[in-house]
């Protein structure tokens, strides 16, 4: 990103959302956005995943220009190297675990097989289970499973432990980190709770669509030692 910003217009008011950010993704990186709400951080996410536009600035990935991409071209980016993990799980309710993971194996160029994806969150035991009968982190253990199963160049999560207790949060965070580190995958997560940011390469600060703080940490703590 160079220079966003993001302007919703409401009525006869103005939202910036964003403030002529500058940010830069670096391959292989786990980067942790942190911020209160209200301070950009959803939008900044939706902007790196092509899921919305910038009202101004320049957002490239790997040479190409998605600020004047169009809509083919971006729904192109985001099915072939863009993984989404949300705070709720967007699981099909009607669908096992694994039918659920091949919904984007399907449409997926190289993917990892279903049941390969739900091993490296640790659901192999899983496979044939309905999402009612799994609880909130198995839930969101799958939903990173599925967006992870398409080998993503990069994997975007927005709150992903936002509606989970400490110990299912953790299991989550287990799951973004071997996603990162067995398949290298470049990893952002935005968050408010500052004690994921001990897990991060980088940390960065946002307040009223800045950002105010870009920091590499020294050491990273496993996902295990973390806690809130």
Known sequence: MRGVTKVYVMGEVEVHALRGVDLELRDGEFTVLLGPSGSGKSTLLNILGGLDRATAGRVTYRGGDLSEAGERALTRYRRRHVGFVFQFYNLIPSL???????????????????????????????????????????????????????????????????????????????????????????????????????????????????ITSDVRNATKLPATAIEW
Request: hydrophobic content about 45%; some cysteine; glycine content about 6%.
């Open 96 to 210: 096992t675990a694994r039918e659920n993971v091949a919904l984007v194996t399907e449409i997926a160029g190289d993917p990892i097989s279903p049941e390969h994806a739900l091993a490296l969150v640790g659901l192999e035991h899983r496979l044939d289970h309905f999402p009612s009968r799994m609880s909130g982190g198995e839930q969101q253990r799958v939903a990173i499973a599925r967006a992870i199963a398409k080998r993503p160049d990069v994997l975007l999560c927005d709150e992903p432990t936002g509606a989970l207790d400490i110990s299912t949060g953790i299991a989550v965070l287990e799951a973004l980190e071997k996603a990162n580190s067995e398949l290298g995958t470049t990893t952002a997560v935005i968050t408010h709770n500052t004690a994921i940011s001990a897990m991060a390469d980088r940390v960065i600060s946002l307040a009223d669509g800045q």
